[in-house]
């Protein structure tokens, strides 16, 4: 929901994640998130980097855009669509100066239910469909896309039956041995041992730019966290700024995607914090777990 302009989930419409980076915004809402879960080893995200990094985070951005994971985990080429969707009544209200204030909660239950780790069952209306994005999106960034059995799961519930199918095949080309290796890690996706391979989604916000009824389009706007993190690690973890567009539609009672898109940005400027050494990276990311992310 991570990278850079490599070849990596992207939108469908460009033949995977490839034009896009991994695997999301502005507008009068933002996201709020809630019912933390325990789920102490996903990561989620893609980073730029060296030649690596950059092919790492276009595979990494996969977690976004399952179809860009084939292309551009690390690049990304959004789609945004001219019609903007008026804000539902409660998810934002304008302040003093005509501009919009943070997004009140608006007590509505984002899911119903699970499929398997992701949150499913979100509303028909625009606050289920961004639902649906964030946390697709978080799931399409999770080091679990690395492994072949978890990311046909997981592309299988985040896409439509129509859109799994044409994506597989360019994503299980893109996450080659050779990728992988590239990343540190073994054929099966194993990062080696006393290692610990980080790769993370957390979106920052999401908007809805077009709404039809049964169709939606969605920009998330996330950060990413990439890399190895372990003593003899030449690949750090890093950070990447990106904006997914997931175009959506209602099918079986849930959001599905459709096709998507990635590019670069927003990116803020970056903070005087020292970087912190890779055994309490490794110890964050086994402690904190991840959110439910809710409209």
């Known amino acids: 929901m991570s990278y850079d302009d490599e070849q990596g989930y992207g939108s469908r419409d460009s033949g995977g994640r490839g034009d896009g ?22 990561p989620h995200g893609r980073r730029p980097a060296r030649n690596s990094r950059s092919l790492v985070m276009a595979v990494g951005v996969v977690v976004l855009l ?3 994971i084939a292309f551009a985990n690390l690049g990304g080429g959004g789609s945004d669509s001219p019609n903007a969707a008026p804000a539902a009544p409660g998810n934002s209200r304008s302040d003093a100066t005509g501009g919009t204030a943070p997004t009140a909660p608006t007590g509505t239950d984002p899911v119903t239910g699970k499929n398997g780790s992701i949150a499913s069952g979100f509303a028909h209306d625009e606050q289920g469909a961004q639902s649906a994005a964030a946390n697709y999106a978080v799931a ?19 896409y439509s ?12 080309a893109a996450y080659s041995a050779d990728f992988l290796s590239k990343l540190g890690l073994d054929s099966d996706g194993n ?21 039809r009824g049964t169709t939606a389009t969605v920009d998330v706007w996330y950060t990413g966290l990439i890399g190895m993190s372990g003593p003899d690690s030449t690949d750090p973890v890093s950070t990447s700024w990106k904006t997914w567009t997931a175009h959506l539609a209602w099918s079986k009672g849930d959001w599905k995607v459709t ?24 110890k964050a990311v086994g402690e904190f777990g991840g959110f439910t992310y809710a409209r």
Not at 21 to 42: F, K
Not at 194 to 210: D, L
């Open 66 to 68: 399952v179809a860009a």
């Open 191 to 211: 990062a080696p041992q006393g290692n610990t391979f980080v790769s993370r989604t957390i979106p920052v916000g999401t908007k809805v730019t077009e709404f």
């Open 21 to 42: 980076a991994y695997s999301t915004m502005g507008g009068t809402r933002q996201t709020r998130t809630r019912l933390p879960e325990g789920n102490p080893g996903a």
């Open 161 to 172: 039956f129509e859109a799994a199918s044409e994506i597989k095949g360019p994503q299980d």
């Open 140 to 158: 399409l960034g999770s080091a679990e896309m690395f492994h072949s059995d978890s990311r046909h799961k997981i592309v299988d519930s985040v």
């Open 259 to 282: 096709s998507d898109s990635q590019k670069d940005g927003p990116a803020p400027v970056p903070g005087d914090v020292a970087a912190s050494t890779s055994d309490e990276i490794s």
